[in-house]
């Protein structure tokens, strides 16, 4: 009976180079196929590392994972060890690494894995939020309907939720959440981490949205707070703040009492009153 290989998940750099285990460049040089997200990265890194691959390099993205996953499969089989590694981060977080891992555990090869820097905890970490439960919920959908199903599923979700967003798509992603979760709901907004250009920017998911609104650039984490129940009567001062902003940005006043009041679930009455003795109509 011929001996079976090990998968090996590598953990790559999200941002310095020195992060990484420093494990890596002795597996790059020892592995017999290096399955790679970006082949030209993966060169660019072990360049940076001084490491020299020793072994097959092949390409395993999201377009190809399937077929190249049973390909992987044949070679872990042969007896190789067989190592994955992807952009940034943990394979099989938000990037391929799952099917071909699923596959392994179901024909009984070894799976181990160098960990690795993580967008995911590190944005937590960072964020200022409860970090003693969480869940990662990866990329909102795109299309806006399917992305505000999806949040309004998560809305009395009580851990602290991690996702990924597109700079392109963080305005929209962040109003939907606005709505979903309320205007008030804490999040912090995670950009370029360990990088030179490295923020966070932390508030109101409705203030966050306003901000990203000005445009965004770089590789995007953000963390939003848990539901908190029996919160107990929200925040008056605050929902007329959040009025005043959508009034400043073009939205009929009365419009805004009736959105904002909806999504807090305050009276609309109650909330006007509030409005007009603040600003009172001319």
């Not at 290096?34 to 020793?54: M, P, Q, S, W, Y």
């Not at 099989?92 to 905890?121: F, N």
């Not at 009929?252 to 305050?266: F, L, P, T």
Request: hydrophobic share 40%; proline share 5%; with cysteine.
């Amino acid at each position: 009976m011929r001996e079976q290989g090990r998968l090996v998940l590598a953990g790559a750099p999200i941002g310095q180079v020195g992060d990484v285990s420093p494990r890596l460049r002795e597996a790059l040089e020892s592995a017999d196929v290096v399955a790679a997200e970006d082949t030209r990265r993966l060169r660019r890194l072990a360049n940076d590392l001084g490491a020299e691959i020793g072994g097959r390099v092949v390409s395993y993205y999201d377009q190809n994972e399937a077929a190249r996953a049973v390909e992987l499969l044949e070679s872990l089989k042969d007896g190789r060890t067989v190592l994955v590694i992807t952009d940034a981060g943990m394979p099989g977080v938000s990037d391929p690494g799952y099917r071909l891992t699923s596959l392994a555990v179901e024909a009984g090869i070894t799976v181990t894995a160098l960990p690795g820097p993580s967008a995911v905890t590190t944005a937590l970490a960072v964020s200022g939020l409860a970090s003693d439960r969480f869940c990662f919920e990866g990329f909102p959908p795109r299309k806006a309907g399917e992305r505000s199903r999806r949040l309004g599923a998560l809305a009395a979700e009580e851990r602290t939720m991690v996702f990924f967003e597109a700079p392109h798509r963080l305005e929209a992603a962040l109003r939907a959440m606005a709505e979903a979760f309320g205007p008030g709901r804490q999040a912090a907004v995670c950009r370029e981490l360990t990088k030179t250009y490295e923020e966070v920017r932390r508030g109101g998911l409705a203030e966050l949205a306003d901000w990203a609104a000005g445009g965004v650039k770089g590789e995007i984490t953000v963390v939003v707070a848990g539901h908190v129940p029996d919160e107990g009567p929200p925040d008056i001062d605050e929902l007329v703040a959040e009025v005043d902003r959508r009034v400043a940005g073009g939205v009929q006043r009365k419009q805004a009492v009736v959105d904002v009041a909806k999504e807090s679930g305050m009276a609309k009455r109650e909330l006007y009153d509030a409005v007009h003795r603040r600003s009172p109509t001319p």
